[in-house]
């Protein structure tokens, strides 16, 4: 272009003219900077935005916090699971056990979505912006209105300093966030009802179908399917996931409104405290509804009735749902993602099943909420900051210039100066003080139920820094790959994550006790072969 060597520059690197017109070409004047009449100069936000503005100091203060408070509700979610697990209903159902993981993981599928989206929302509201674009030398394109525009697709011309756009067609732009424009108060009302609506569906169908999946695998392991118990299971977990989803729904919306106007970034403590009230919440209901169940099993009507009632309230949902377009299409093609993340959490469920009654694993109810709850809880923050950060700097299906390797290397995901990579440091670095602080909670509380050896700590910290650095770096991961398929990572990577997240703690929990069993064996054999062979 004249020989003007123009490159894609990082968000942090642009510097965009305060004000362009927005009716024709604005002339260049002799000083390189654009010129415009009074009449058609339109303010704009400068480039600068929350995001690239925030810094490691300021995300681990917003993320601290919240992340503690919500421990502290994960701490005393764990106490009360070895409680409930001695209730009859849970020790006569222990498919009861299994559907604990996939309903608690629904604040992670249904709610910490809900939360990203809004926030998503806040950020980027729907026709952020539609900047008109001219004919420029070279067959680019120049923005006219880029005052609300910040694309990764924007170049600057270091001579004119003009902003220019790649595409080769002349089109007006248009971006729309995935939820719709929640700063505007007469869309505030349609899109928070369409958006719990959408979540009351979700919640009713995957309650359905989590029952469904808990009964499948006790009966694989059992070798035979129970359908005495069916009844009770469905309706327990229908009417826990409807009720849960809708408190926390209230309440999702409430804090990131709440987080707006009081000029907090809304990603980095909505998924917090979604993860400290879900599995009290969650936990509660499906305690109490069980065993209430249980108590009148006689009554042979009343949970098909209970069951029957809730789906039928479905297509209610449904028309409040459909008031939102965006939300409407979430509700058309978000069902894969939820099920699938289900499906991996109740393989989670499994696992704290045929381990909580065992000896060797004894203290395995206390710690599974935590250690899933942790690793669910940071890698949404994450996953929501990075949905965030590519709604306000590309469009999807196009991915910015320094993002566009889909399996980046692990270094640049926690190692370098940009913003994501800073907020995973600090969502890192929260892992071992964080898991240290709930297990001298849990120890204070529950001290006989929980190993106190430190072998145990050792592999128990281990085990959550590996989950955590595994999840943050596949957030990153799959966020690439579902933006390069032009699909919102608020919806389609945060279920795949906290579902891997209750798997992989499970397991790494479980192995935890295990190896510190057979550490704790081998010295008292070794303790007791010792005497023996000096009294020969």
Not at 8 to 29: A, F, M, N, Y
Not at 218 to 239: H, N, Q, T
Request: charged share 15%; with cysteine; net charge neutral.
């Amino acid at each position: 272009m004249d020989g003007t060597e123009t490159r894609q520059r990082r968000p942090e690197e642009l510097v965009l003219p305060h004000t362009l017109s927005t009716g024709r070409l604005p002339t260049v004047s002799g000083d390189g900077l654009l010129c415009v009449p009074e009449s058609q100069r339109v303010a704009s936000k400068p480039l600068g935005t929350e995001l690239s503005r925030e810094t490691t100091l300021s995300i681990g203060l917003q993320v601290t916090v919240p992340f503690m408070f919500a421990g502290l509700g994960l701490s005393w979610a764990g106490i009360l699971l070895n409680y409930f697990q001695h209730w009859p209903v849970f020790v006569e159902i222990k498919d009861l056990l299994t559907l604990v993981p996939p309903l608690v993981g629904l604040k992670g599928n249904l709610e910490m979505t809900l939360a990203s989206r809004l926030s998503t929302a806040l950020h980027c509201p729907v026709n952020m912006f539609e900047p008109v674009l001219w004919e420029q030398d070279g067959g680019l394109l120049i923005i006219a209105n880029p005052g609300k525009s910040y694309s990764s697709q924007i170049l600057i011309n270091c001579t004119t300093r003009a902003v220019f756009w790649t595409s080769a067609r002349k089109q007006a732009v248009r971006r729309e966030a995935n939820t719709g424009q929640i700063d505007d108060p007469r869309d505030q009302h349609r899109v928070i009802s369409s958006n719990l609506a959408l979540i009351q569906v979700q919640a009713t169908v995957v309650g359905l179908l989590a029952a469904m999946a808990a009964l499948l695998l006790g009966a694989v392991s059992r070798g035979e399917l129970d359908f005495a118990k069916m009844e009770l299971l469905c309706a327990s977990s229908v009417i826990t996931a409807f009720l849960a989803a809708f408190a926390l729904g209230i309440l999702m919306v409430c804090i990131v409104i709440g987080a707006r106007k009081f000029g907090v970034n809304p990603d980095n403590i909505a998924t917090p405290i979604a993860a400290s009230l879900g599995d009290l919440i969650t936990l509660s209901i499906l305690a109490f509804m069980s065993s209430f169940f249980y108590k009148h099993k006689d009554s042979r009507y009343l949970t098909p009735l209970v069951s029957i009632g809730f789906m039928a309230l479905t297509p209610v949902w449904v028309l409040i749902a459909k008031q939102n377009p965006p939300t409407m299409k979430i509700l058309k093609s978000g069902w894969f993602p939820i099920i699938l993340a289900m499906m991996i959490s109740s393989f989670g469920g499994l696992i704290l099943n045929k381990t909580i009654s065992k000896e060797q694993y004894k203290g395995m109810a206390v710690f599974t909420p935590i250690i899933c709850g942790v690793g669910g809880n940071l890698v949404a923050i994450q996953t929501s900051r990075i949905s965030t950060y590519l709604h306000m700097w590309s469009t999807p299906g196009v991915l910015p210039l320094w993002m566009k390797k889909f399996w980046p290397n692990p270094c640049s995901t926690f190692c370098t100066s940009e913003i994501n990579s800073m907020s995973a440091r600090v969502l890192l670095f929260l892992v071992i003080p964080g898991h240290l602080i709930f297990f001298i909670i849990i120890y204070m509380v529950e001290g006989h139920a929980v190993p106190n050896s430190k072998t145990f700590v050792v592999f128990y910290l281990l085990a959550g820094l590996i989950q955590v650095t595994i999840l943050l770096y596949l957030a990153e991961v799959m966020a690439r790959l579902m933006w390069h398929q032009a699909l919102d990572p608020d919806n389609h990577c945060i279920p795949y994550l906290t579902g891997l997240g209750d798997l992989l703690g499970t397991g790494l929990l479980a192995l935890c006790f295990l190896i510190s069993w057979l550490l704790r064996s081998k010295a008292e054999l070794d303790g007791i072969s010792e005497p023996v062979s000096g009294s020969l």
